[in-house]
């Protein structure tokens, strides 16, 4: 009885799993206000009533996908986190971190579209707010474990602008052709640096 229990629940992460997997191309698609949840079963190969066994509406889907963008990211800073020292230099600490996030941005584009989605509605803004707060956190304990002095709480206000700045230009990089993103990441990279020396 307990290992058909074990079977179900895995069954049932899978499940999850790929209906927030067509949500993210739905997102990336057509952006997070023009969802719906017959589209994201259509993409998952569901019927709708299928869907709603997991997921009650657009909303608890929005929230599935925060959690697994938080756990995904949060696994990415403790692996950064875990390499800087006192001794990095700050030019490629930025470097590291810009580049990885645009490879994250092209591999995960309906993260950045809930990260942006801020001005689309409440619900939205609400996500982009944690996923934010989120990011906010590890780059501050990034810049503490870099700057063991620095006061915590400009750590924070220092994370909050950085993750700003990152976020307006993912946005300017996402609709620039190739030559252009190329130049806007490495004035995001120097404004980075400039910014957190």
Known sequence: MAERTVRRQARGLKRMAEILDAAEAVIAEIGYPAMTTNQVAAQAGLSPGSLYQFFRNKEEILDGLVSRYTDERAVFWTERLSAVTP?????????????????????????????????????LAGAADRLQEA???????????????????????????????????????????????????????????????
């Open 87 to 123: 001794d990095l230099p700050l030019e490629t600490l930025v470097g590291q971190v810009v580049d990885q996030s645009v490879a994250f941005k092209a591999h995960s584009p309906a993260y950045w579209a809930v990260m942006h989605g801020s001005a689309t509605g409440d619900t």
């Open 135 to 197: 990011v906010g956190e590890q780059v501050a304990a990034m810049l503490l474990r870099r700057a063991p002095d620095l006061d915590p709480a400009r750590a924070r206000l220092m994370a909050a602008m950085a993750v700003a700045m990152v976020s307006a230009v993912m946005a300017l990089i996402s609709t620039a052709e190739p030559t252009r993103a190329a130049q806007l990441i490495e004035e995001l990279k120097v404004a980075l640096v400039r910014y957190l020396s």
